[in-house]
């Protein structure tokens, strides 16, 4: 399970080195690949190990074709879909395509999400956990909502 924040460097080529501590989930797996595509709800990446990614592809190629919202859903995840490999150095090359659309330059945020891992550019990611955090203060949510999900 990934999990946890990490804010790493992205060099002139656009290649990010994962953290020791995420290689180390990524090799639990089988299959070494990994599979890179856009969030169609923020504006980040997304980083699945390759057994992971055959399961969601598996769900979209089952959704009925002809409905607008599956077309999307499918052009979005599936068609920015990019397999990756880890280099000798433990360092992924991003596709232009995708650094452009999530607006990672020189600094990016990993987020462990469980199953995938969240790629966001640093500004992009401090934006959205403040905007998070404001909603949160704002929504002004109650104790019980917070205790449901504590152990």
């Known amino acids: 399970m990934f999990r946890g924040i990490h804010q790493v460097s992205v060099d002139a080529k656009g290649r990010l080195a994962l953290p020791a501590r995420l290689r180390d989930e990524f090799e639990q797996y089988e299959e070494s690949g990994l599979v890179v595509t856009i969030d169609p709800m923020s504006c980040c990446l997304l980083l699945y ?42 360092r992924l090359l991003l596709p232009a395509p995708l650094r452009e659309f999530a607006k990672i330059d020189r600094k ?42 504590s152990l």
Request: glycine letters at 6%.
């Open 49 to 90: 190990p390759v057994q992971e990614w055959e399961q969601i592809q598996a769900k979209l190629d089952r959704l009925p074709t002809f409905q607008p919202q599956t077309r999307r859903l499918q052009r979005l995840l599936v068609g920015h879909a990019t397999d990756l490999e880890l280099d000798s150095a433990g």
């Open 108 to 149: 990016s945020t990993l987020l462990g999400q469980g199953k995938k891992i969240e790629i966001w550019g640093l500004e992009e990611w401090e934006a959205q956990r403040d905007a998070y955090l404001s909603e949160a203060a704002s929504e002004n949510l109650e104790l019980d909502t917070m205790m449901d999900i």
